[in-house]
Nanobody
Framework: QVQLAESGGGLVQAGGSLRLSCAAS????????MGWFRRAPGKEREFVAA????????VYADSVKGRFTISRDNARNTAYLQMDSLKPEDTAVYYC??????????????????WGQGTQVTVSS
């Protein structure tokens, strides 16, 4: 059974940084793409970033491009989301997800098959 466990969320002031981690287990981590989504209070879940199996290709939502960096360590079965220059509008629960193949299929929830429980990120102004 695939399990994803996020960590690293918390409270930070605007302009600050956080690094989220996603530890994966249950299948060969290096064979699958990874992604991050978020859901802000009262809003729909939205795509944040994704990375292919090797780390050689990444995609970002326009709202985080240039501020967030997705990466992975296949030896540690862990994906990361480095978040810099955080803004209050980045406040949300952040979810780690993994795709059914090694390539990035898309930016919707339907393009991914397993999800973590989420970690809260709160950015104060």
């Amino acid at each position: 059974q695939v399990q994803l466990a996020e960590s690293g969320g918390g409270l930070v002031q605007a302009g600050g940084s956080l690094r989220l981690s996603c530890a994966a287990s249950g299948r060969t981590f290096s064979n699958y793409a990874m992604g991050w989504f978020r859901r802000a209070p009262g809003k729909e879940r939205e795509f944040v970033a994704a990375i292919n199996w090797s780390g050689g290709r990444t995609v970002y939502a326009d709202s985080v491009k240039g501020r967030f960096t997705i990466s992975r360590d296949n030896a540690r079965n862990t994906a990361y989301l480095q978040m810099d220059s955080l803004k209050p509008e980045d406040t949300a629960v952040y979810y780690c997800t993994t795709g059914p193949t090694g390539n990035i299929r898309g930016r919707t929830g339907l393009d991914y098959d397993y999800w973590g429980q989420g970690t809260q990120v709160t950015v104060s102004s």
